[in-house]
C-alpha cells in the first residue's frame, strides 16, 4: 500500500505520459472487461503534436503520487471549437472538461477532480461537463451500465466505482447516451423489410458501399454529411481537416467496403452509415494486459485486420443531411443502409452481434429507428455538468 502524502502533479514530458497510459492498464488488469488498446496510440492520444485535436484545445494532465507510487490520473482540458458552440448545444463559452479519471482510492478520486476543476477556473472556465476523454468523438460519458460485458471498438469502459464518487463531488447528470444491442442474424420485421424493398424501387435513391481505391473522396463525402447531420446536436463540435486525416488513418485498416455505405439521392449524396468490425475482440486476445502485443500477437492482429472472422460490428457514426431529417425518406434511408449492411456482416463476416451508438437518450429519431429493428440498449454512459 503506497504511504506518504498525496501530492497531485501536473505532467507534460514523453515517460510521465507513458506512465499516465501505464497506470490505467495497470489497475484495470483484474477486470476481465476491460480492453486495453495499443500503448502507442493511446500515448499518442495525450501527446500534442500526435493527436489534432491539441491544435485546438489546451490540456493537462495530472498524476496522483504517494511517495514515489501513482495512485490516479485524471486529465482537465479546454476545447477552443467547443467554446464556440451555442450553449442551448451544451457547451459554449466558459465550458472546460475533465476526463481519463482512474484510481482505487475515493479520496483520491475526489482530490484530483478537485485539481483539474482548480486548473478550469483558472484558465477561467464558469463550468466543467465531464467525463471526456478527450473529445466528444472519442470517449464521452462515463459507464453506468453494462458493465458485465466489455466495449466495444471506441467506446469506453470505467469501473462501476467512479459513479458515486463523481455524483458526491456536486455532478449532476445532463446527458445519457445509450448503446443499443442487436442479433443481426435475425431479420428486420416486415414493416422494416417493406420499407427497404419500397426504397429499392425509387430510381432516384442509390445505396452503394464505399469505394476505397478512392478513400480520401469518400472520407470528405461522410465528413460533410456528419458536420451537417450532427450540427444541430447537443455536444456537436465540428471535426478540422487534420482530425478527418487522422481519424481516417486510424480507421483504414478497420474499413471494409461492404460494411460502410452512402445513400444518394438525384445523385448527391445525403446520408451515411459506418459500420466496423469490433477491434477490441481481437485486442483482448493479443494486446496482453499493457496494451503491447508480442511479435505473435501482432502476427494474429494484422491477419484479423486483414480478414476479419467471427467478428461482431459497430456502428459508431450514422447521418442524414439536416434538408431531409424531418422526412420519411431519412428513415427509409437509414433502413435500407442498416439491412445491407447487416446482411453483408452476416455473410462475409459470420457476425452475429451488432451495436448502434451511441445515441442520445433523446434523439427521438435514432431511437425510433433503434426500437424498430428491435434492438436493445446494453450500455449508458453519463455526462454530468457543474458549476465551477
Request: aromatic fraction near 8%; glycine fraction near 8%; include cysteine.
Amino acid at each position: 500500500m503506497a504511504t506518504g502524502e498525496l501530492e497531485i502533479i501536473p505532467i507534460s514530458g514523453k515517460a510521465e505520459i507513458e506512465a499516465f497510459v501505464d497506470y490505467c492498464n495497470r489497475i484495470n488488469a483484474s477486470d476481465p472487461n476491460y480492453v486495453p488498446q495499443l500503448r502507442g496510440e493511446d500515448i499518442g492520444k495525450f501527446t500534442p503534436g500526435k493527436n489534432p485535436f491539441h491544435e485546438h484545445a489546451r490540456c493537462q494532465l495530472f498524476l496522483a503520487k504517494r511517495g514515489q507510487e501513482i495512485v490516479g490520473r485524471i486529465s482537465a482540458h479546454i476545447d477552443e471549437l467547443a467554446l464556440t458552440i451555442p450553449a442551448e448545444q451544451g457547451m459554449g463559452p466558459g465550458t472546460g472538461f475533465w476526463g481519463a479519471l482512474e484510481t482505487e482510492d475515493a479520496a483520491v478520486a475526489k482530490a484530483l477532480i478537485a485539481r483539474a476543476e482548480e486548473w478550469l477556473r483558472g484558465q477561467g472556465m464558469t463550468k466543467v461537463l465531464a467525463p471526456m476523454n478527450l473529445s466528444v468523438w472519442e470517449e464521452p460519458g462515463l459507464l453506468v451500465y453494462g458493465h458485465d460485458h466489455p466495449p466495444m471498438v471506441m467506446m469506453g469502459h470505467q469501473n462501476a466505482r467512479y459513479q458515486p464518487w463523481i455524483e458526491g463531488e456536486g455532478y449532476g447528470l445532463v446527458k445519457r447516451l445509450n448503446t443499443y444491442d442487436l442479433d443481426v442474424t435475425k431479420e428486420f420485421p416486415p414493416l422494416i423489410q417493406r420499407i427497404v424493398s419500397s426504397g429499392e424501387k425509387n430510381e432516384r435513391i442509390k445505396v452503394r458501399g464505399v469505394d476505397l481505391k478512392q478513400f480520401g473522396r469518400e472520407v470528405k463525402i461522410i465528413c460533410d454529411i456528419l458536420n451537417d447531420a450532427w450540427s444541430d446536436n447537443w455536444g456537436f463540435v465540428p471535426f478540422t481537416e487534420s482530425e478527418i486525416a487522422y481519424t481516417a488513418k486510424a480507421l483504414k485498416p478497420l474499413c471494409k467496403s461492404d460494411l460502410i455505405y452512402i445513400a444518394e439521392y438525384d445523385g448527391e449524396p445525403v446520408a451515411f452509415m459506418m459500420t466496423l468490425p469490433d477491434l477490441n475482440q481481437a485486442q483482448k486476445r493479443t494486446n496482453g494486459k499493457q496494451g503491447k502485443p508480442s511479435p505473435l500477437g501482432w502476427i494474429k492482429l494484422l491477419m484479423w485486420l486483414n480478414k476479419p472472422k467471427n467478428a461482431d460490428m459497430r456502428v459508431p457514426l450514422m447521418g442524414v443531411v439536416k434538408r431531409l431529417q424531418s422526412s420519411r425518406m431519412a428513415s427509409q434511408l437509414a433502413f435500407m443502409m442498416i439491412e445491407y449492411i447487416r446482411r453483408n456482416a452476416v455473410k462475409n463476416y459470420n457476425a452475429k452481434r451488432g451495436e448502434i451508438g451511441w445515441i442520445l437518450e433523446d434523439n427521438q429519431g435514432m431511437v425510433a429507428i433503434a426500437d424498430a429493428i428491435n434492438s436493445k440498449i446494453n450500455k449508458t454512459y453519463n455526462v454530468y455538468e457543474k458549476k465551477l
